[in-house]
């Protein structure tokens, strides 16, 4: 009897070490995600000199990267659905190591412009295909933490791009760093986008791909080392029952039931981002020099914001599976209004009140981190049936790049003519929105599979 118990646990921790390491290299598509959407932090206002460009021109500058992410986000579910999730991921990193290296080498605006976009679609297949990708490995008792390894991978590029560009800066005077500092800033991503390359030959297709493909057979072996011989076989019934249903089709998202999983899907998206929070990671340096910070001090400050965003994103990885999607969201968006209110008033009252900003910008982040930053991932990865998964998916993260888009480009302009207090006050009025919303909308889907997840809203046919 003991030795039948120890073979099972064996087995339990063999299956979680091939599904954690497996996660882990779908994972590393969220650092080129993190790395490439900060590292123009660190450029951008050598670029504004190198270029003299307005400050429209330098929101294009940041918000163009995200053009390229909507393009990539919408044709995601349509070609992983097609082509498979793996040879996606691997024309994703492609395209990002492309993308990282037409940015370093232009002599003109409109050429840097051109390769942010195209490195921009590879960041829109990662963001929506590499959590997707990992619901459906991981199991239901630990998806929450192995999807939400994909947002730590991000915050851990967005941290590590600071420092980067922190030495970078700091290689030359004033003058090399307008000539040529930016340069290497975006060149330094084509070491990651390798790795991640050469790592996802290492890993399988998706099962649920497969079986949907009508290939069982190649999905079990995959499926045997997740769950062992009987659940295994087991799961291929269950997702083999999912698909039998008419085919999946974007008619399907709007009708009774599903269309509330599109709502779910959709604001959560659009929420996560006009609550400011890309307003915060992309122009860090520029938000702090506004409370009086020297350029180095700026660097340094938006250092610690990086750090605060890895270690509560560690944090959230340990809390999504114990204590649920929704009382995260609630805690952190309640938090994040608060201290957006705060930061408006700061504002408000003047260069004097530096260190206040910092701090509650810092509390900000961290409420972020530990809420909307890994559940909206989550939530968008795991509630939609597996028959439409990939198209819904691809919406879902196309309505997030879209408001990324709208607040990134919109800022600059925002902060030179409102100023921050006003701009800053917007975000907080946003993060209230999404406390009702969660409050009243968001269901929990802790613990539940993604084969169960249609009975969560054909119960409700809303």
């Not at 003058?175 to 084509?190: E, H, Q, V």
């Not at 057979?217 to 499926?223: F, G, N, Q, R, V």
């Not at 607040?407 to 009025?429: D, E, K, R, Y």
């Amino acid at each position: 009897m003991s030795s039948n118990i120890q073979e099972l646990n064996g087995q339990q921790q063999i299956s979680m070490k091939f599904v954690t390491l497996v996660s882990i290299v779908a994972a590393l598509g969220g650092l080129l995600f993190g790395f490439d959407t900060a590292v123009v932090s660190g450029a951008v206002g050598f670029m504004k000199d190198r270029f003299n460009l307005s400050e429209f021109e330098v929101g294009w500058a940041v918000s163009s990267l995200i053009i390229g992410c909507i393009v990539g986000a919408l044709s995601t579910g349509m070609l992983s659905d097609k082509f498979g999730r793996k040879k996606i991921l691997i024309t994703a990193a492609i395209l990002f190591i492309l993308g990282s290296l037409g940015s370093a080498i232009p002599d003109t605006f409109s050429g840097f412009i051109v390769a942010r976009m195209i490195g921009g679609i590879g960041i829109g297949i990662t963001s929506t295909l590499c959590p997707l990708y990992n619901a459906e490995i991981a199991p239901a008792k630990y998806r929450g933490r192995l999807v939400a390894l994909n947002q730590l991978a991000t915050v851990t590029g967005i941290f590590l791009v600071y420092f980067v560009n922190l030495w970078i800066s700091g290689l030359g005077d004033d003058a090399w760093d307008i000539s040529t500092a930016w340069r290497w800033m975006f060149a330094a991503g084509i070491l990651p986008g390798v790795v991640f390359l050469v790592l996802l030959f290492l890993v399988p297709e998706s099962p649920r791909w497969l079986i949907k493909q009508g290939r069982a057979a190649e999905s079990l072996p995959i499926l045997l080392k997740i769950h062992g011989e009987e659940l295994a076989k087991q799961e291929v019934l269950d997702i083999k029952e999912s698909f039998k249903q008419e085919k999946g089709t974007l008619r399907q998202l709007f009708k009774p039931g599903l269309r509330m999983a599109m709502v779910v899907g959709v604001g959560l998206a659009i929420l996560q981002q006009v609550t400011g929070i890309n307003a915060v990671m992309y122009y860090a340096p520029e938000i702090f020099k506004e409370t009086g910070a020297g350029t180095n001090a700026a660097l340094i400050q938006t250092i610690l914001v990086g750090l605060i965003n890895f270690l509560f994103t560690i944090l959230a990885i340990w809390l999504i599976d114990k204590v649920g999607r929704k009382a995260l969201l609630l805690t952190g968006s309640a938090a994040m209004t608060i201290c957006l209110a705060v930061i408006g008033i700061a504002f408000q009252i003047g260069h004097t009140s530096g260190p206040l900003v910092l701090i509650f910008i810092l509390i900000y982040v961290a409420a972020f981190a530990v809420s909307l930053g890994p559940v909206v991932w989550v939530i968008i990865s795991e509630i939609f049936p597996n028959r439409v998964r990939g198209i819904a998916t691809s919406i879902a993260s196309m309505a997030l790049w879209a408001a990324d888009y709208v607040v990134s480009q919109a800022f600059p302009p925002m902060l030179a003519s409102a100023g921050p207090a006003v701009t800053f006050g917007i975000f907080g009025i946003m993060s209230l929105v999404t406390v009702l919303f969660t409050w009243r909308v968001i269901p929990e889907t802790k613990g539940k599979s993604l084969e169960d997840m249609e009975a969560l809203w054909t119960a409700n046919k809303a």
